[in-house]
């Protein structure tokens, strides 16, 4: 990917980004590296171009004219469109790079950033979405647990009767917890795997995008449904684990030794 290791097949990239004096030194920089890069400077621009090409990273500021970045990224993963995306942003508060990687963002990076962080930062995600592509349990777009199924085509989820509606962060966590059903994932590949960063996310992102999963599993309607049901449980200092309990219907069996706490 980098000029040092030229790639027969150089990934094709979508920069959206408005101002030209930015935007051309990068470009230039990129296609040197053997990138193929399309520009665009308005982000109503950048969302059709996105979901029409195929590109394997969107590289998308925060601040365009008319569609901002971070309602760019979140109506892309509400199209189900699941390419890597790259944010930029000149804003140094946590509370807005937290916004844009709930959007739907995998990774952010700073203005002004080194040209070398921006092609690592890239590598990066290029090689996650490659080991991603490669997984078997990728191939799976219907999961199940108990009373609950998504559908990550169509990135829809439906717990009994009831369609949980899910920011992005929450589905991409859930996604995560069915693949691993009744197996603990650590905190540590959750903010690798929904984040895309285990250093730039903080613990109580994790933990609030973990009571409205729970806030919204307990909200579904399925009383009087016999169907099993599902919870997130905290395995203390390590992560979360979803469970399957039996229909309310059916006989107890011996409690699991894990104990549950709110996150």
Do not use: C
């Not at 000149?90 to 990774?107: C, I, K, N, S, T």
């Not at 899910?166 to 693949?179: G, I, V, Y």
């Not at 599902?230 to 309310?248: A, D, H, K, N």
């Amino acid at each position: 990917m980098h000029s040092s290791s030229p790639s027969t097949s150089p990934e094709r990239l979508l920069f959206v980004e408005d101002e030209a004096d930015v935007a051309g030194p990068i470009k230039q920089g990129l296609e040197e590296e053997g990138y193929r890069v399309s520009w665009t400077r308005k982000g109503e621009e950048g969302l059709t171009e996105a979901l029409a090409g195929s590109y394997d990273v969107v590289i998308v500021d925060w601040r365009l004219p008319g569609l901002d970045g971070r309602t760019l990224i979140e109506r892309l993963r509400n199209e189900g469109n699941p390419t890597p995306v790259l944010m930029l942003t000149a804003l140094q508060d946590v509370d807005h790079r937290v916004a844009g990687l709930d959007a739907g963002a995998d990774d952010y990076l700073t203005k002004p950033f080194s040209f070398e962080e921006l092609l690592a930062r890239l590598r990066a995600l290029t090689r996650r979405a490659d080991r991603h592509a490669e997984s078997p349990d990728t191939q799976k777009t219907h999961l199940q647990a108990g009373g609950l199924t998504m559908d990550t085509a169509r990135r829809t989820v439906r717990y009994g009767p009831s369609s949980l509606d899910l920011r992005p962060k929450a589905f991409r966590l859930l996604e995560l917890l069915l693949r691993q059903k009744g197996t603990v994932v650590t905190r540590t590949t959750i903010a690798e795997r929904v984040w895309g960063s285990p250093y730039d996310v903080t613990a109580n992102a994790i933990d609030v995008t973990v009571s409205s999963l729970r806030q919204a599993l307990q909200d579904a309607d399925i009383t009087g449904a016999s169907l099993s049901r599902v919870s997130i449980e905290t395995e203390r200092g390590v992560g979360y684990r979803l469970t399957v309990s039996p229909p309310p219907n059916d006989p107890p069996q011996e409690a699991s030794s894990t104990t549950s706490d709110s996150a």
